[in-house]
């Protein structure tokens, strides 16, 4: 049993972290119905800044972490200003092609540094000894980390449903044209909601990185993992994100844990989220929480 509770543990904080960097997708989905294939590259990136901030230029590792978010936070704003508003109204194929040459672009620029290569770890700034009881531990980075990432998700929330922005994006991912009848700015929406998506790639980077060391490899498969993630929660609901991103994680650990340790397999808590892809995707395509539209012709 402890053991059981020691896997549902570290489930909740994988799941965390998948549901903050799940959020980030959405919201651009939402907002402006965008695939952004490059989201796992923007999260490595977020981390890296975070780590050469820390280790290369002598910043505290906290302040790094805030520089590295509004830094990613106005890169992808730059990006969708220069590569995606010109794509508005275009079809959608042509705006996932440009995200895709994004992912590559980022890969390769990524690969040109010490990072495409080699691990790294953050300095360690949290005590060393895990949090223990009854059996069941937790490290202090994963306790700091976890607590961060459900304080950003519920900021996140709210952003989305009560403040002005937020409500813009809302409305901006209902209807478009009307939005547009009423004053708002779609193209600065759409920028808005990459930007905001950048910065949750950003945080969630970081704190993987603190977590696991910092490893493109990882990294990339870990934003790989958020598409299943957000295909099951549904790709317009941040609820969804929240919910999916914590059953992913659970059943990740539960089959690396039982799986691999007893029957003698390895891996499946890595090819397992893309088996539900798969799934969902047969049999309930617009995920848990999504909105199933019906188009009338």
């Not at 505290?60 to 794509?87: G, K």
């Not at 696991?212 to 990882?218: A, E, V």
């Not at 969804?240 to 059953?247: E, P």
């Not at 059943?251 to 007893?262: K, M, R, T, W």
Request: aromatic share 12%.
């Amino acid at each position: 049993m402890t053991y059981f509770f020691q896997l549902v543990l570290s489930g909740v904080v994988v799941g965390s972290i998948y549901a903050l960097s799940a959020l980030g997708f959405v919201l651009i989905y939402k907002s402006s119905r965008v695939l952004n294939i490059a989201h796992g590259q923007l999260i490595a990136t977020g981390a890296f800044i975070a780590y050469a901030l820390t280790v290369w230029v002598g910043i505290p590792i906290y302040l790094s972490f805030f520089i590295s978010m509004v830094l990613t936070f106005f890169l992808t704003m730059s990006v969708e200003r220069i590569f995606l508003r010109r794509l508005i109204g275009e079809p959608i194929i042509s705006v996932i092609m440009v995200t895709i040459g994004l992912m590559s672009i980022l890969d390769g620029l990524i690969y040109l540094t010490p990072f495409g290569s080699e691990n790294f770890s953050f300095p360690r700034f949290l005590p060393k000894e895990p949090i223990s009881m009854a059996g069941v531990s937790i490290s202090w980075t994963q306790l700091v980390g976890v607590i961060i990432t459900f304080a950003m998700i519920g900021a996140f929330s709210w952003f989305f449903k009560k403040s002005t922005v937020g409500i813009s994006m809302r409305a901006v991912s209902d209807d478009q044209l009307a939005s547009m009848s009423i004053g708002i700015s779609v193209p600065r929406v759409f920028g808005l909601a990459w930007a905001t998506a950048g910065l949750s790639a950003a945080a969630a980077g970081g704190i993987i990185g603190n977590i696991t060391g910092l490893n493109f490899d990882t990294l990339h498969a870990f934003g790989i993992t958020v598409f299943p993630v957000v295909i099951l929660g549904g790709l317009d609901s941040i609820l969804g994100a929240v919910v999916a991103g914590i059953i992913m994680g659970l059943i990740q650990q539960f089959a690396s844990g039982y799986l691999d340790g007893n029957w003698g397999l390895n891996g499946t808590g890595t090819v397992l989220p893309y088996i539900i892809l798969l799934i969902i995707l047969l049999f309930k395509p617009h995920g848990l929480f999504g909105i199933h539209e019906i188009e009338r012709v």
